[in-house]
């Protein structure tokens, strides 16, 4: 396997990154400023990490990012919600709070850029499938 000090590795990885830098530039236009990033790798995150059924109760935790402003977020929210790739739901359990819901576009969005990613790494890496 190799190690973080493989120059060859190091570089065919930054290789990748860049690919899908370019690719995400051209296809995801919501994720080019950082607020946006942050607002889709969080909401992705937390659809990897639970069952994809489940609405998410990220709005309340999303705006502890020390980085960005209250103000930023709220605009990217409401902008992923107007490119209508979130709803929101009312938590049932407090009235009060909101969660995300991903829309069947945020989940077809997510399987591009996971199907391009997969792709520009089987173009520098051998990739086995997981049994």
């Avoid at 570089?11 to 530039?25: A, D, F, M, S």
């Amino acid at each position: 396997m190799k190690t973080e000090s493989d120059p060859q590795f190091n570089t065919k990885l930054l290789q990748v990154i860049c690919q899908l830098h370019e690719w995400e530039n051209q296809h995801l236009h919501l994720v080019q400023s950082q607020a946006g990033r942050y607002l889709y790798l969080s909401l992705v995150k937390q659809l990897i990490e639970e069952k994809r059924d489940q609405p998410s109760a990220l709005l309340k935790g999303i705006y502890h990012n020390q980085d960005l402003s209250e103000r930023a977020l709220r605009y990217k929210i409401r902008e992923f919600e107007d490119e209508g790739l979130i709803k929101f739901e009312a938590n049932q359990v407090d009235k009060r709070s909101k969660k995300i819901v991903p829309t069947e576009d945020l989940l077809q969005t997510l399987e591009s850029h996971s199907h391009e990613f997969g792709r520009i790494l089987g173009t520098k890496f051998l990739v086995f499938p997981k049994k």
